[in-house]
Protein backbone atom coordinates (compact mmCIF):
# COMPACT_ATOMS: atom_id res chain seq x y z
CA UNK A 1 0.00 0.00 0.00
CA UNK A 2 1.50 3.73 -0.92
CA UNK A 3 1.13 6.60 1.03
CA UNK A 4 -1.22 7.60 -1.83
CA UNK A 5 -3.86 4.94 -1.07
CA UNK A 6 -3.63 5.46 2.56
CA UNK A 7 -7.16 7.00 3.13
CA UNK A 8 -7.51 10.75 4.96
CA UNK A 9 -9.66 9.61 8.34
CA UNK A 10 -11.64 13.01 9.49
CA UNK A 11 -12.03 11.85 13.41
CA UNK A 12 -13.86 13.64 15.66
CA UNK A 13 -12.34 15.61 18.56
CA UNK A 14 -13.56 12.91 21.06
CA UNK A 15 -11.79 10.58 18.93
CA UNK A 16 -8.02 9.18 20.53
CA UNK A 17 -5.71 6.77 18.23
CA UNK A 18 -6.62 3.56 19.58
CA UNK A 19 -9.81 4.04 18.09
CA UNK A 20 -8.69 3.60 14.88
CA UNK A 21 -7.09 0.57 15.85
CA UNK A 22 -10.32 -0.87 17.26
CA UNK A 23 -12.27 -0.35 14.55
CA UNK A 24 -9.77 -2.08 11.78
CA UNK A 25 -9.55 -4.67 14.25
CA UNK A 26 -13.68 -5.00 13.93
CA UNK A 27 -13.11 -4.25 10.24
CA UNK A 28 -10.65 -7.36 10.14
CA UNK A 29 -12.80 -9.96 12.49
CA UNK A 30 -16.64 -9.44 12.61
CA UNK A 31 -18.26 -9.85 15.66
CA UNK A 32 -15.71 -9.22 18.39
CA UNK A 33 -15.54 -8.84 22.36
CA UNK A 34 -13.71 -6.22 24.32
CA UNK A 35 -11.46 -8.51 26.09
CA UNK A 36 -10.60 -9.98 22.76
CA UNK A 37 -9.70 -6.30 21.41
CA UNK A 38 -7.50 -5.55 24.61
CA UNK A 39 -5.62 -8.85 24.01
CA UNK A 40 -4.31 -7.32 20.62
CA UNK A 41 -0.48 -6.66 20.78
CA UNK A 42 -1.66 -2.92 18.76
CA UNK A 43 -4.33 -2.28 21.66
CA UNK A 44 -2.63 -0.98 24.65
CA UNK A 45 -5.73 -1.03 26.91
CA UNK A 46 -7.35 -2.69 29.39
CA UNK A 47 -10.37 -4.55 29.05
CA UNK A 48 -12.37 -1.78 30.99
CA UNK A 49 -10.87 0.88 29.07
CA UNK A 50 -11.50 -0.79 25.20
CA UNK A 51 -15.16 -1.51 27.17
CA UNK A 52 -15.49 2.22 27.35
CA UNK A 53 -13.92 3.58 23.78
CA UNK A 54 -16.80 1.22 22.42
CA UNK A 55 -19.25 1.98 23.82
CA UNK A 56 -18.14 5.70 22.99
CA UNK A 57 -17.70 4.89 19.14
CA UNK A 58 -21.11 3.07 19.28
CA UNK A 59 -22.59 6.32 20.57
CA UNK A 60 -20.47 7.77 17.64
CA UNK A 61 -22.24 5.17 15.27
CA UNK A 62 -19.44 3.42 13.98
CA UNK A 63 -19.74 0.18 15.94
CA UNK A 64 -22.87 -1.36 17.79
CA UNK A 65 -23.21 -3.74 19.97
CA UNK A 66 -24.92 -7.23 19.53
CA UNK A 67 -26.64 -7.46 22.74
CA UNK A 68 -27.86 -4.57 26.06
CA UNK A 69 -24.47 -6.36 27.62
CA UNK A 70 -22.42 -4.90 25.57
CA UNK A 71 -20.33 -8.21 25.01
CA UNK A 72 -19.58 -8.47 21.35
CA UNK A 73 -19.07 -5.18 18.85
CA UNK A 74 -19.47 -5.37 14.92
CA UNK A 75 -18.56 -2.29 12.86
CA UNK A 76 -21.03 -0.33 11.18
CA UNK A 77 -21.96 1.16 8.00
CA UNK A 78 -20.89 4.11 9.18
CA UNK A 79 -17.20 2.22 10.58
CA UNK A 80 -16.81 1.29 7.24
CA UNK A 81 -17.42 4.62 5.72
CA UNK A 82 -14.83 6.23 8.23
CA UNK A 83 -12.12 4.08 7.84
CA UNK A 84 -12.56 4.15 4.08
CA UNK A 85 -12.30 7.99 4.22
CA UNK A 86 -15.72 8.71 3.54
CA UNK A 87 -17.32 10.28 6.76
CA UNK A 88 -15.85 12.88 8.24
CA UNK A 89 -17.04 12.36 12.37
CA UNK A 90 -16.75 16.05 13.19
CA UNK A 91 -19.97 16.67 11.19
CA UNK A 92 -21.84 13.84 13.67
CA UNK A 93 -23.08 14.42 16.83
CA UNK A 94 -21.20 14.03 20.01
CA UNK A 95 -21.69 10.48 22.16
CA UNK A 96 -23.92 11.03 24.49
CA UNK A 97 -21.68 9.10 27.03
CA UNK A 98 -18.11 11.36 26.06
CA UNK A 99 -17.66 12.76 29.31
CA UNK A 100 -18.03 9.22 31.09
CA UNK A 101 -16.17 7.73 28.68
CA UNK A 102 -12.94 10.05 28.51
CA UNK A 103 -13.45 11.16 32.19
CA UNK A 104 -11.65 9.50 35.41
CA UNK A 105 -15.00 7.93 37.46
CA UNK A 106 -16.04 9.72 40.79
CA UNK A 107 -15.50 7.20 43.14
CA UNK A 108 -18.31 8.38 46.17
Known sequence: MTLSSVPLR?????????DDRLLELLRGEG???PRSLAAKPTVHLSV??????????AD???VAPSDPD???????????LYLDGERNQELHPHPFIHALATQPLIQG
Not at 11 to 18: L, R, S, V
Not at 70 to 80: A, C, K, R, S
Open 10 to 18: RCATWQIET
Open 31 to 33: WTS
Open 48 to 57: REVRRRLRML
Open 60 to 62: GGL
Open 70 to 80: FDLYHLTTNGE
